[in-house]
Antibody, heavy 120, light 107 residues
Framework: QVQLVQSGAEVKKPGASVKVSCKAS????????FNWVRQATGQGLEWMGW????????GYAQKFQGRVTMTRNTSISTAYMELSSLRSEDTAVYYC?????????????WGQGTLVTVSS | DIQMTQSPSTLSASVGDRVTITCRAR??????LAWYQQKPGKAPKLLIY???SLQSGVPSRFSGSASGTEFTLTISSLQPDDFATYYC?????????FGLGTKVEIK
């Protein structure tokens, strides 16, 4: 069965970076894009960007340009999202989600979420 | 960015009620609209994609429809498991954008 398992909660200081992992299993890792979405406590969902794990191509929301980097390691079927220059407003749960293109749908499987807390 | 206006923000209903949630896109997104259900502490769950296609495993009481840039999620007979927050998402144009959510509460 398809599973996306994310890394554990992180506590970071302002200005630091965080790297969240998303390990995929149950399907061919390189056949489906990843999207990353975050959610501040009690708030709505915010799309951050996408990555094609086959080519490594990425696309980021303008809000995160220059601060976010999405990468992958195909040998271990894992996608990564790194966010730098953290500030308190980046405190949120970060989700990876698999995009299916046949049929075209944005997120059929999601990771369990990773809480990132930014605090001095 | 394409703004998605979702209404209402909160909805109080009883088990067995028919519930309708609306999402309006500021510009055309064709039919590339998805609906998610989210419960506290859990990841969103895809219910509907391409405006009206039911995701595998989702009960048939959930349905989606579209008219131009207005999209609707309908729950035909609300069940206890359906009390949650619902989000729409357009995935026609990057950046993908979400509505602000509709919390369905017990009346």
């Amino acid at each position: 069965q398809v599973q996306l398992v994310q890394s554990g909660a992180e506590v970071k200081k302002p200005g630091a970076s965080v790297k969240v992992s998303c390990k995929a299993s149950g399907y061919t890792f390189t056949s489906y894009d990843f999207n990353w979405v975050r959610q501040a406590t009690g708030q709505g969902l915010e799309w951050m960007g996408w990555m094609n794990p086959n080519s490594g191509n990425t696309g980021y929301a303008q809000k995160f340009q220059g601060r976010v980097t999405m990468t992958r390691n195909t040998s271990i079927s894992t996608a990564y999202m790194e966010l730098s220059s953290l500030r308190s407003e980046d405190t949120a749960v970060y989700y990876c989600a698999r995009r299916n293109k046949q049929p075209n749908l944005p997120g059929d499987y999601w990771g369990q979420g990773t809480l990132v807390t930014v605090s001095s | 960015d394409i703004q998605m206006t979702q209404s209402p923000s909160t909805l109080s209903a009883s088990v067995g009620d028919r519930v309708t949630i609306t999402c309006r896109a500021r510009q055309s997104i064709s039919s590339w609209l998805a609906w998610y259900q989210q419960k506290p502490g859990k990841a969103p769950k895809l219910l509907i994609y391409k405006a009206s296609s039911l995701q595998s495993g989702v009960p048939s009481r959930f349905s989606g429809s579209a008219s131009g840039t207005e999209f609707t999620l309908t729950i035909s007979s609300l069940q206890p498991d359906d009390f949650a927050t619902y989000y729409c998402q357009q995935y026609n144009i990057y950046p993908w954008t979400f509505g602000l959510g509709t919390k369905v509460e017990i009346k």
